[in-house]
């Protein structure tokens, strides 16, 4: 059996998704670098506490974080390894289900997300929102409400 040739798509209707992902890269990469460097966190580390705090009880099953921060099991695992070396995140139990485990935002892991939360809404207007007018981003939304996601996707994920 051959395959169909696949439909040569015109360069000019690839910018945009060229565009998008090179921002995307750059965008991601200095927030992560922002991070870093002022609060020694990486962006995913600030996504995982961000989760956190927006969760019932400030706790999440671990494969349900895995899966709204779009992390394999492993990767999970280690992010949260160094969160609770660091004491921002511990481990609990299903008192229920031994099988179940849930990371725990602490205290220190929400004093943590606060004072990193500055740094990276400044981060965002400057590299993201300070590009756009206000209907611009509406706009922007909308078109990209229409893709697929994994998690969460709302407003008040954004700041701590």
């Not at 004093?111 to 300070?130: D, M, P, Q, Y």
């Not at 893709?147 to 994920?157: H, N, W």
């Amino acid at each position: 059996m051959t395959e169909a040739p696949a439909k040569q798509v015109p360069t000019r209707n690839l910018e945009s998704w060229i565009y998008f992902l090179r921002s995307h890269s750059a965008i991601t990469r200095e927030l992560s670098a922002q991070l870093q460097r002022e609060h020694g966190l990486t962006l995913n580390d600030y996504e995982v506490l961000l989760n956190l705090k927006h969760a019932e009880g400030g706790m999440m099953r671990r494969v349900d974080l895995a899966e709204s921060v779009v992390l394999t099991a492993s990767g999970i695992t280690r992010l949260l390894d160094g969160l609770e070396r660091a004491g921002l995140v511990c481990k609990e139990t299903c008192s229920s289900d031994a099988r179940v485990s849930y990371a725990k935002l602490t205290d220190e892991g929400a004093a943590k997300l606060r004072e990193a939360a500055g740094t990276h809404l400044r981060g965002v207007e400057e590299l993201f929102l300070g590009r756009y007018s206000g209907s611009e981003l509406a706009t922007l939304a909308e078109l990209l409400s229409r893709l697929p996601v994994t998690g969460k996707v709302a407003s008040e994920t954004c700041s701590a």
